[in-house]
């Protein structure tokens, strides 16, 4: 009889619970926010620059800023100005002729679209030469995956380019090639300590490796923690709250442009 009086009341507390509903304000994205992907390098090349507006859908197609007009200049005491041509015309992708970034010069993008200037500058930092030979190891005895490691004192990225289309382990039908990004970034960070848990992928003996290793700058470095933040280190333990990363982009406008000096080298599985 003691049990039924404590439990009665409990039950009876937890039964008048109701449920009532929580209103949300939720801030949607103008439509006509301008993204700026931009990364241009040491390497002699057409630099690219790629300009769209969010999408709000999963798995969305990118949509494209087109019809802008896009100049790279630099802080010399007599500018050069790079300008940058729609390549296609309409997908939002412009492209510079061959040029390459040099340390010691300031790079301001400029873009002129729907009647408002953005800019954005960036300048190329040192880059620590590579530690080790590329790391890979066995995971079973016909396949292997890359080991991440962080070295040196400057924060960089690197890109892993793998092949292994012209092994006896491409099938028909199947791609064959895998691109993979290692971000070493210099900052404190839990969710950096403590990342969930990451696909690996995998390639047999004979792939191909090419290794691509950018500098980055103080404001890029800031600008890929927030961006990791949302993407590769987000579902932590200790999930930062979401915001979009701090962009070098004025006027309103969000992403990066980034100037970075390079180094690569490449190698065949063993």
Partial sequence: MKYTVYIVP???????????????NFTDTPDNLLVVEAIITSERMPQSIQLSHPYTGQNSSVIPASGAVVYITTNEQTPTIYPAVETP???GIYLTDSMRAVVGVSYTLVVLYNGQQYTATDTQTFIEPFAESIPYYAVT???FT??????????SFTKYNINWQNTGSCQAQENCLAEVYFYDLKNIDINKQIPPEKERVDFPAGSTIKRT????????????????SETEWRGGLFDDYPNNPASNVSAGGTG????????SDS???Q
């Fill in 141 to 143: 005895d016909s396949s």
């Fill in 10 to 24: 409990l039950l009876l507390l937890l039964f008048a619970c109701g449920e009532e509903p929580i209103p949300w």
């Fill in 89 to 91: 015309a309409g997908s």
């Fill in 146 to 155: 890359l080991a991440f490691n962080e070295t040196g004192e400057q924060p």
């Fill in 256 to 263: 990066f442009f980034a100037v970075c000096t390079v180094l």
């Fill in 267 to 269: 190698t065949t599985v």
């Fill in 213 to 228: 290793k950018y500098s980055v700058s103080a404001n890029f470095e800031a600008y890929l923690r927030g961006m990791l």
